[in-house]
């Protein structure tokens, strides 16, 4: 009897997170703006995980499977939440607008700052990644290269790509 309900609560947790993937996915066609999309896939993401692995810890029974299904549960949800948080930021940065609904009903982007103030300082500042460590050369806006290329290679090679290749005869030099 036990065994019994234990499948039927677990083929409920399987369906009800195949479902959720489902709208996710549904969401992430359908969804005007890329905030929007990010919203339906990571509820579905974080719920649809969730129901999943419950259902199979469920299957698996007490056991050690049971607790590297949880601990896969663990790593998803927060990867899932950081990885959402970065791309958010990494959006608004570059000034992707969130679709909002003005007075009238339609959808019109609007710019955060508007609504957040102090969301503008934040994103007045450099990420991370765009930003050179100490002792690092920053990258040129000009286009020039940091280092001159490897012997063999570049503009002043004789052959472009590889140094070991013997020279090609129909080519003229650079």
Same mark, same amino acid.
């Given at each position: 009897?036990?065994?019994?309900? #234990?499948?039927?609560?677990?083929?409920?947790?399987?369906? /009800?997170?195949?479902? +959720?993937?489902?709208?996710? =996915? &549904?969401?992430?066609?359908?969804?005007?703006?890329?905030?929007?999309?990010?919203?339906?896939?990571?509820?579905?993401? !974080?719920?649809? &995980?969730?129901?999943?692995?419950?259902?199979?810890?469920?299957?698996?029974?007490?056991?050690?499977?049971?607790?590297?299904?949880? +601990? #896969?549960?663990?790593?998803?949800?927060? !990867?899932?939440?950081?990885? !959402?948080?970065?791309?958010?930021?990494?959006?608004?940065?570059?000034?992707?607008?969130?679709?909002? /609904?003005?007075?009238?009903?339609?959808?019109? $982007?609007?710019?955060? #700052?508007?609504?957040?103030?102090?969301?503008?300082?934040?994103? =007045?500042?450099?990420?991370?990644? %765009?930003?050179?460590?100490?002792? %690092? !050369?920053?990258? $040129?806006?000009?286009?020039?290269?940091?280092?001159?290329?490897? $012997?063999?290679?570049?503009?002043?090679?004789?052959?472009?790509?590889? $140094?070991?290749?013997?020279?090609?005869?129909?080519? %003229?030099?650079?």
């Amino acid at each position: 009897m036990i065994s019994v309900l #234990v499948d039927i609560l677990s083929w409920i947790a399987l369906t /009800a997170g195949a479902a +959720f993937y489902v709208i996710g =996915a &549904v969401g992430m066609t359908r969804m005007p703006d890329l905030f929007t999309r990010m919203h339906s896939v990571s509820v579905s993401d !974080t719920m649809g &995980v969730g129901l999943l692995c419950f259902g199979m810890i469920l299957q698996a029974g007490p056991s050690l499977l049971a607790v590297k299904i949880a +601990f #896969v549960v663990l790593v998803l949800w927060a !990867t899932g939440a950081v990885a !959402t948080h970065a791309l958010a930021r990494a959006a608004l940065h570059d000034g992707a607008k969130p679709l909002l /609904a003005a007075p009238d009903g339609r959808l019109v $982007p609007t710019d955060c #700052v508007d609504l957040f103030p102090e969301l503008g300082v934040r994103l =007045a500042q450099p990420l991370a990644s %765009e930003t050179p460590e100490e002792g %690092e !050369t920053p990258l $040129p806006d000009d286009g020039a290269t940091i280092a001159e290329p490897a $012997p063999g290679y570049g503009p002043a090679g004789n052959t472009g790509a590889n $140094p070991d290749a013997a020279p090609d005869p129909t080519r %003229e030099d650079r």
